[in-house]
């Protein structure tokens, strides 16, 4: 057996093997490098890289776009139906039902490979005539039977719930919203909340509200505690809604990070639920940038959803608060949405240093990349282009090679530097590591 292992034919062909082997190693790589570099090449992929999600809500009446689906399909993991599991929709007359276009919009989702939350429960808006004229013990139970039939239907189909929406006066109160629903007394929330754990016990329930994204606010501490009471009380509650629509007098506060966090060591998921930011080209992209960062900063902020697919298809289109133009492009608000999911430094080693890359100038053929070395003045950073890219021009630093991976070595003007890169039909973002010498 030795022998004829080692005979000189039986090593040539393990040699055969191995060379084998090693080109289907590299082979390989090379595919799972591909496979890397398309899994971030839509939101809903890069997201998923993160272990997160990337929703958007849906119109039912829109499912017959073929541009609006297009991108829909493309981009999203999640959707939200923006108005059609609503009370008013699921429930026109007491104790009618009727599911046709929120089956719709869940059957699309799911037909596509995509997951549903559910919005919302309970409301003070968008309630059918005959529930506004109610009030008392008759209203209460009401809502309970909707709560209760709507998270039956659903059961199994949806991964969070909008249990209760909005329910906390804006201004410096905290105090509770004043409504039907308020009035038949302080606990119908938990009620909504235990009802619609009974229906579906493997949703995950939320409290969802808007003006609640700046910590400092009245209206976020309000429901901090309410979500802090409910944990301390074991009523069923699984996450926080942010809807965060920003605008210029609703901008992404500083602190919206900490009001994550802090959302989180309660021990509750967080989900961005409805973003949108009024505004346009690279402040509009600089905010969403921001909002990526601060989910991405805290392990529990699971998911993001905008607020509709494209800036016509928004509740406030006027203001373009979307990631794609009426036509279906992509705007730098996309761009920068991408590139920030796709992002993070590495955590340097000790000693070690670690690169920062961000796009800044974008133009159809080409872009600048920024790069920002910290924690030594002595690096080396290695940059991968991704496929079909070239250099044009550097600048601060010492860059060799021209496609594929580049090297760059301090020149003396820092720890700042940039390179142009001419797209050749690829617009995704380089990436790039850095080492101490
Ligand atoms: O985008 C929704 C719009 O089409 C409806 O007319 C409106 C009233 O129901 O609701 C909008 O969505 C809201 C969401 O349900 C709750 N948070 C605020 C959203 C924007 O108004």
């Known amino acids: 057996m030795t022998r004829t292992l080692t005979s000189p034919r039986h090593r040539r062909s393990l040699r055969a093997i191995s060379l084998a082997t090693l080109t289907a190693v590299v082979l390989a790589g090379g595919m799972a490098a591909t496979t890397a570099q398309a899994a971030g090449s839509t939101l809903q992929a890069a997201a998923t890289e993160k272990g997160r999600y990337f929703g958007t ?23 939200t139906a923006e108005n059609e599991m609503k009370i008013d929709a699921l429930e026109p007359n007491q104790n009618q039902f009727n599911w046709t276009n929120g089956d719709r919009i869940v059957s699309w989702a799911r037909s596509n490979g995509k997951q549903v939350r559910g919005h919302t429960l309970a409301w003070h808006s968008q309630q059918p005539g005959w529930m506004q004229n109610m009030s008392g013990t008759a209203l209460r139970n009401a809502m309970l039977n909707h709560v209760t039939q709507v998270a039956t239907h659903y059961r199994g189909q949806i991964h969070s719930w909008d249990v209760v929406n909005e329910a906390f006066q804006d201004g410096s109160s905290g105090a509770r919203r004043d409504s039907n629903l308020q009035r038949t007394g302080n606990d119908w929330i938990e009620a909504a909340f235990r009802a619609a754990r009974a229906a579906d016990p493997n949703a995950k329930l939320c409290y969802n509200d808007y003006n609640t994204d700046d910590w400092t606010h009245a209206k976020t501490q309000a429901v901090y505690n309410l979500v802090r009471d409910f944990k301390a009380r074991g009523v069923p509650i699984d996450c926080v809604g942010l809807q965060s629509h920003f605008n210029a007098q609703s901008p992404v506060p500083s602190n919206y990070q900490t009001t994550i966090s802090s ?8 989900q961005i639920t409805e973003l949108d930011i009024e505004g346009s080209g690279s402040a509009q992209a600089d905010n969403y940038r921001k909002v990526v960062q601060a989910c991405l900063a805290v392990s529990r902020c699971t998911g993001i959803s905008v607020w509709g697919v494209r800036d016509t298809d928004s509740w406030r289109a006027s203001g373009t608060p979307l990631l794609f133009d009426g036509n279906g492009n992509k705007k730098p608000a996309y761009t920068a949405t991408l590139d920030t ?16 890359v961000t796009r800044s100038t974008d133009w159809s053929d080409r872009f600048n990349v ?11 950073v290695s940059i991968q282009l991704q496929g079909g890219q070239t250099l044009q021009n550097s600048w601060n630093a010492t860059v060799s090679g021209s496609s594929g991976t580049l090297t760059a070595t301090p020149n003396g003007a820092g720890n700042n530097f940039g390179i142009t890169v001419y797209k050749n039909g690829n617009t995704n973002l380089p990436t790039a590591t850095c080492s101490t010498t």
């Open 57 to 79: 809500a849906i119109a039912a009446n829109k499912l017959s776009d073929s541009t609006y689906t297009t991108i829909a399909n493309r981009e999203f993991n999640m959707v």
């Open 263 to 270: 959302f989180a060591a309660l021990g509750v998921d967080v």
């Open 341 to 356: 999911l796709n992002g993070g430094t590495s955590n340097p080693q000790p000693g070690g240093c670690t690169v920062a």
């Open 370 to 380: 920024s790069l920002a070395v910290s924690g030594s003045s002595t690096w080396r």
